[in-house]
């Protein structure tokens, strides 16, 4: 596996996301559009893609929030190759981009729906927090926060 930072005009970035807004449109329905303007690749301070070879795997991102945190965004890994540690190395990259970045907190959300997700983001130190303000609403999300330390 090789991790890439990549443009935001990536094309292998963009089938990444569209999979991942449909996965979200499949769990929550529309209430997953009113992330279109939060998402945008041109918002976010790095991107980075996942290969095997020239395939690409899964993706992730990070914006800042203010002056001390940054919002890991856009967690996803092609059904395929989920439970190789992929989500796990891109998670740690973006971590490690935000800490040399000035940051010192990452925080993020999820679906409430997706159990896996929860589990992932426990085992790498995340901890769970209250709704923080995404569009979906408390109802639809979970929040975690995590010192980069």
Partial sequence: M???????????????????DDYYISLVGDVH???????????????VVAYEGNTPMGCGCWKAVDDTTAEVKRIYVEPQYRRKGIASAIIELLENHILASGYTQALLETARTTGDSKALYLSLGY???????????????????????
């Fill in 127 to 149: 901890k769970e927090i209250p709704y923080y303000g995404s569009p979906a609403g408390a109802e639809n999300c979970r929040c975690f926060l995590k010192e980069v330390l």
């Fill in 33 to 47: 559009l009113r992330y279109a303007k939060m998402n945008d690749p041109r918002n976010m301070a790095c991107i």
């Fill in 2 to 20: 090789e991790l890439r930072f990549v443009s935001p005009s990536s094309k292998d970035y963009a089938m990444l996301a569209k999979k991942l």
